[in-house]
């Protein structure tokens, strides 16, 4: 019995050190104390005359860094592209790529921004100059959601 009783305290015992060990490993830049700065989504998608026009950043800390979505709406939706984001305080920088985005044609580009409780601003740079532009995106629900 006594066996058994230790057995399932060293069990126990590994699982909390599992997890403190993978909580400890998660990235921390970008979250306050207080939960409100924590990284999520920024979108200005809106349907505008039968349109949809905007864009979209999600964002989330994994044990591996930062991995997200970004997506254009231009008219119709992007669909939404891999990125995976360098944050340093609350600077933003990440690359995107929409392959054979029109006649095989890839589109890629840069953001680089800041973020806050309410929101995100920042620059975009493409190859073909569709999206090129400031961008204010509020933190919001996404569009889908």
């Known amino acids: 019995m006594k066996i058994k009783s230790n057995l399932k305290k060293i069990r126990l015992l590994c699982l909390l ?3 403190a060990a993978t909580v400890a490993t998660m990235p921390s830049a970008g979250f306050s104390e207080s939960g409100k700065d924590k ?8 349907m505008k005359y039968g349109d949809l026009s905007g864009f979209e950043i999600r964002i989330v800390a ?6 997200g979505t970004f997506q254009f709406c231009l008219g119709e939706p992007s669909e939404p592209l891999p990125i995976q984001p360098a944050i340093k305080d609350k600077a933003i920088f990440f690359k995107f790529e929409a392959p054979n985005f029109i006649n095989e044609r ?22 073909w100059g569709l999206l090129d532009g400031t961008i204010i995106l509020p933190r919001s629900a996404s569009y889908w959601d």
Do not use: A, C, W
Not at 62 to 67: E, H, I, N, V
Not at 110 to 126: E, P, S, Y
């Open 17 to 19: 050190i599992g997890v």
């Open 39 to 46: 990284l999520e989504t920024f979108s200005s998608i809106k």
């Open 62 to 67: 994994t044990p591996d860094g930062y991995k």
């Open 106 to 127: 890839s589109l890629k580009g840069t953001f680089k921004g800041h973020f806050n409780v309410n929101g995100m601003r920042g620059t975009i740079q493409d190859n």
